[in-house]
């Protein structure tokens, strides 16, 4: 049984949304100090590292991340690997097959933007049109391998919009290095914060034979 660990450490220096607080992790009582235990102050935002979005992240009657059921963040999973370098559009994805699962992942170069130390803005993303189409298909949790499913410098929102107003559950900042696409079980269990947008996510993939049967 293969388990893949698909989550970023999270440290002090953790590449972060331009906009959002930086990771600050300082110990407070140390042992070698001659205190009688190791403690950490963590300061980081909601959207810190391998996260999940809540659709309240962008809806404001949406679902809290504490609200998010159980059977949406654990189950069949396939992770799709995508080609194009600059986004994931339409046609890059109406040929895939979704029957298998309403949970889906999608690795892409950006997974290989991990080893930069600073944020890289051309990251691929999820155009307006393809999350249209993951509507369309009934799926419930969408993935990516970089800190958006939108594009960089985007006003409107529009993906976000369109997956988190359907109740579409996002997982964002996932490290799919040495995942290959296929079948999986996922695991992601967020923080579990009272009225929260959003959380930093614990997130594991198991591998599954192809013919188990979704649900």
Not at 182 to 189: D, K, T, V
Request: glycine letters at 6%.
């Amino acid at each position: 049984m293969n388990f893949y660990d698909i989550t970023l450490t999270i440290s002090n220096t953790l590449i972060t949304w331009p906009t959002d607080p930086t990771v600050s992790i300082q110990k407070t009582r140390l042992i070698s100090k001659g205190n009688s235990c190791n403690v950490s102050e963590l300061k980081f935002g909601s959207h810190c590292g391998t996260h999940i979005d809540a659709p309240y992240h962008f809806e404001e009657d949406g679902i809290k991340v504490d609200q998010i059921p159980l059977d949406y963040l654990i189950g069949d999973v396939i992770v799709f690997e995508i080609k194009n370098k600059e986004r994931i559009d339409l046609e890059d994805i109406k040929s895939l097959k979704f029957e298998y699962s309403k949970r889906v992942i999608f690795k892409t170069i950006n997974s290989t933007y991990w080893k930069l130390t600073e944020f890289k803005k051309d990251f691929v993303y999820i155009t307006k049109e393809a999350a249209e189409y993951l509507v369309d298909c009934n799926v419930k949790v969408v993935g990516i391998d970089y800190l958006s499913v939108e594009k960089f410098g985007s006003k409107c929102a529009d993906t976000h919009h369109t997956l988190l107003r359907n109740g579409i559950v996002i997982i964002e900042g996932l490290d799919l290095s040495n995942v290959k696409a296929g079948n999986y079980e996922l695991i992601a269990l967020p923080l579990r914060i009272k009225d929260c947008d959003g959380s930093p996510a614990r997130v594991i993939l198991r591998e599954i034979s192809r013919q188990k049967s979704s649900d």
